[in-house]
């Protein structure tokens, strides 16, 4: 029972370990692109189940403590939060953190090498047409890929 609060190192390398991670993988996540975010796919969430894995020796050693668990848990909500405070506060941080959107297509125009480039589907332009009433590409006023990796269609009138 006491093995729950011995810690396997000293508290302060938990803390540092955590920073380490939460931001070497935001960074990743970040390159890795809005379509991960938005548009899971099942491959998508098999690499989000096993970062979480990969990525627990880094951040435990070879602590097995509930004590250590706590300070990891409590250290990366930490982060997230600051994160979310100072992008609230940063709109460059904001734009590197979140993205910017991205036009996938104006007035009747689409951006395929944009398309490729943000590794979006052409279907998936086409399922966000559909959603809007959209009956071909010529029609389309504006199709934004979103920060949130949705994809966005407005129409033209007529």
């Given amino acids: 029972m006491s093995d729950l609060f011995d810690l396997g190192m000293p508290w302060f390398e938990f803390i540092l370990r955590a920073a380490a991670v939460y931001i070497v993988v935001l960074m990743l996540t970040r390159l890795s692109g809005k379509r991960s975010i938005g548009q899971s796919a099942p491959f998508d969430m098999l690499v989000i189940v096993l970062l979480?894995?990969?990525?627990?020796?880094?951040?435990?050693?070879?602590?097995t403590s509930l004590l250590g668990g706590l300070i990891l848990a409590a250290t990366l909500l930490t982060l997230n939060w600051l994160t979310g405070y100072m992008t609230a506060r940063s709109h460059r941080l904001h734009?590197?953190?979140?993205?910017?959107?991205?036009?996938?297509?104006?007035?009747?125009?689409?951006?395929?090498?944009?398309?490729?480039?943000?590794?979006?589907?052409?279907?998936?332009l086409d399922v966000a047409m559909r959603k809007e009433g959209c009956e071909g590409h010529h029609r389309i006023k504006l199709a934004v890929l979103e920060t949130s990796g949705d994809i966005t269609v407005e129409i033209e009138s007529g």
Avoid at 52 to 63: F, H, K
Avoid at 96 to 123: H, M, S, Y
């Fill in 52 to 63: 979480g894995t990969a990525v627990q020796n880094s951040l435990i050693g070879e602590d």
């Fill in 95 to 124: 734009a590197w953190v979140e993205g910017t959107p991205i036009i996938l297509a104006r007035n009747g125009k689409v951006f395929w090498d944009q398309l490729r480039r943000c590794n979006v589907a052409p279907e998936d």
